[in-house]
């Protein structure tokens, strides 16, 4: 199992070093979002709107994945129309419940591990697809991340491990 030691914050809401980075990790939701989707069915294959909410939440805490997980898809859905108006609401709660529960063992374990990362987003999945399948009546939407997206989330885990160990060494 890889383990390594890096510096994590937790910046905080009256720290401009917090708007800035939630800034930045949205705008990386948005462009990646873009690139996926030039592949058909990427985005619902890859799952990129959450991948630089589980990074800045990881690094820099929940308050930075809060804002980045809040803007990502209300700015994507106003610029773009994707995610669906339908999607919408799932999207943002598994993306709160992403920025919450990284911060959460980042604070609480204070290393980045495959394992960690692994954690991190099966609970953001299956407590996401809970409330999709509450909100939506169609259990065949809620499993659709679970079923289509395993190549997103293998990415969420090694990318973001990868990303927030060599990337953002500071």
Known sequence: ???????????????????????LFALGNILLPQLCHLVPQGGMIMLPIYFFTLVG?????????????????LCNHLLFG???A???????????????????????????????L???????????SLFEWAWTGSLAAALQDLRLGIPGMLTQIVGGYL?????LKR
């Open 1 to 23: 199992m890889q383990v390594a030691s890096i510096k994590l914050y937790s910046l905080n809401y009256n720290d401009a070093k917090t708007y800035i980075a939630a800034a």
């Open 57 to 73: 939440a990881y690094k820099y805490g929940w308050k930075v994945g809060l804002i980045t997980a809040l803007l990502s898809p």
């Open 86 to 116: 339908a999607v919408l609401m799932p999207i943002m709660v598994k993306s709160i419940i992403l920025a919450l529960s990284a911060g959460y063992v980042a604070s609480r374990y204070g290393k980045v591990s495959f394992t960690l």
């Open 163 to 167: 990303f927030i160990k060599y990337l």
């Open 118 to 128: 692994a954690l991190v987003v099966a609970t953001y999945q299956l407590t996401g």
């Open 82 to 84: 994707m995610p669906a």
